[in-house]
């Protein structure tokens, strides 16, 4: 991304309008902007991207600026008041944190409404070790969808001035997502398990929605495991989803699909023998069970203390479709609508080559997606 330059006898005020339509400002020269946008339904589009415009004038005298809007949209549900707040409060002490290595004086810190949204700003001084002595103006806004970062770098003199205010005041900030309209994993990579016994339909890198293209992993010749890892910027949390598939040696009953999926599931993230109810619903050629809980999270990812869990069976093959993160984002239409995208086809098994499959692909222990799972015992009812 380059970076535009403006000198004291080329300044103009414009209006820009993000590509992403969420926001509109005015600023002293054109902004050079960074977008990716990540779609979650048929319908809306999610975007990370970041503008900024720089202004130098040292020719004329020692100023040197830079005007920044920064944008993430969540991938879960609408945003509520009181996570707002939450959010706002930890925001003020992790920017404090970012100045900490740089001798930072907060000087000014307030939480309360800018141009109609709920929002913190800070002023901060601090010394920059390429640039000596500077200060820093940001805000921080919230709407439903969207954390909306705009500051203003320079010396501390201009932080308040009229051009300052007139970036601060002019803008406007929408509601919601973008509104495109198109088809959920229309243009995702299809991907069959190592058996062949399911197909699933998973994103490529989207930064900074998805970062890695889906692992796979052919654990034994009757286990494998399909698995990506989405993030959301808003909330800073990771989404983990799996998908385990297995192969026995003989039919399953419903008190062998229990046992197996206790035992190399539910049991990781529970301590307690609390009672879940499981929905069980038959196809024509197969029977799927579900259930979602509270959990005990992993020590590497303690916000996700919330599991969804579905599962397929026929004859002697399962498929476990496992999401592990925080409630909000388990439960959002775009994990919905993800899990729905793939096929369970036991019948296929059979027709796959057995081919070796290179290890570096096949066999690589995967980073993000691992997780340390506490051990525990949990017991469950089928209705």
Known sequence: MGV???????????????DTGIFDVRAA????TKTSSFRIDDERIANSSTAISVVDQRRFKDTFKSYLIKIDQTIGPALTYDQIETFLNYEIQNYTNRY?????????KELKYFNGKPGAELQISYEDPDMG????????LYTDATRVEQSLTGDEHILYGYQAKKFFKTLLIRDGLSYTEGKLGGDWGTHTSPMGLFTVFLP??????????PRIKAAS??????????????WGHKIFYRVHGYKFNQELSMANVKKVLFDKHVSKYKRDSSTFQFTKTPTENHMILETEMNINPPSKALHANF?????????????????????PLATSTLIDKTMNLIEFHPDKVNEVSQKSQNPSESQTKPQEEELEEPEG???ATVN
Request: net charge positive; charged share 25%.
């Open 29 to 32: 020269n054109k902004f050079d």
């Open 133 to 140: 002595a500077r200060s820093t103006r940001v805000r921080i």
């Open 307 to 327: 599991a969804r869990l579905r599962v397929f069976f026929a004859k002697n093959y399962m498929v476990v479709q496992e999401i592990i993160s925080t409630k």
């Open 221 to 234: 010749k009757n286990s494998e495991l399909i698995s990506q890892t989405f993030y959301d910027p808003v």
């Open 377 to 379: 015992k949990v017991e």
């Open 100 to 108: 900490i290595d740089m001798n930072a004086v907060i000087k000014n």
């Open 204 to 213: 490529h890198p989207a930064p900074p929605y998805v970062m890695k293209e």
């Open 4 to 18: 535009s330059i403006a000198n004291a006898d080329d300044i103009k005020w414009i209006l820009y309008k993000s």
